[in-house]
């Protein structure tokens, strides 16, 4: 497992996806809502404490794995920061941040150049976001929303990324999968 590890998608519909965006220029965005509407359309999209969210915390939490929350220190504000293991874990809506080959991320039916152009900045948001966090020499794991639907298998991706066999019991060193932690990190 790599570093930024997504997980393949159960969802999978085999629907070609994944077009390019517009390009710049192409068209001009009139925005479809009013601005009440525009506003719970934006919090939806940057909502934290999401249901997912809450799942997989309390999933870190049975595993025995201590974290803090929504870091605004760090890039991007991530989900879940778990210091000691040098590692974030970011939970992701597989629609606004378009899981590829994913059921959940389904395509608009309706002002599709428009939502196209935002999905398009959620994932350059998301790239830019776990990049600098890679820099700072934090491990990222990416959580989609779909995985929650196999409990048992997110759970198991998870104890594996963080070296866990039984309820937060370290087996390994390694847990990194290749990306080595910065000197001095302990496992618990
Ligand atoms: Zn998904």
Redesign the pocket.
């Known amino acids: 497992m790599t570093g930024s590890a997504a997980a393949p998608?159960d969802?999978a519909s085999g629907e070609g996806r994944g077009k390019a965006g517009p390009q710049p220029g192409e068209f001009q965005v009139t925005d479809v809502f009013s601005k009440q509407k525009r506003s719970e359309v934006m919090a939806a999209i940057r909502s934290k404490n999401t249901g997912p969210e809450r799942a997989v915390r309390s999933m870190l939490h049975r595993l025995g794995l201590r974290f803090r929350i929504h870091d605004r220190s760090l890039p991007g504000t991530p989900d879940v920061v778990l210091a000691k293991h040098r590692t974030i874990v970011e939970v992701r809506g597989?629609y606004w941040h378009r899981?590829a080959r994913?059921m959940?991320?389904s395509d608009p039916l309706s002002h599709r150049r428009f939502w196209q152009a935002k999905f398009e900045r959620n994932m350059a948001r998301d790239k830019t976001n776990l990049r600098a966090l890679r820099k700072m020499n934090w491990r990222t794991v990416v959580v989609?929303?779909?995985e929650l639907r196999k409990p048992g298998r997110l759970e198991k991706r998870l104890r594996k990324a963080f070296g866990l066999r039984d309820r937060g019991r370290a087996v390994r060193q390694d847990i990194g999968g290749g990306r080595p932690l910065r000197p001095g990190a302990r496992l618990p």
Do not use: V
Request: aromatic letters at 10%; glycine letters at 0%; one cysteine or more.
């Open positions: 998608c969802t597989c899981h994913c959940l991320a989609w929303e779909c």
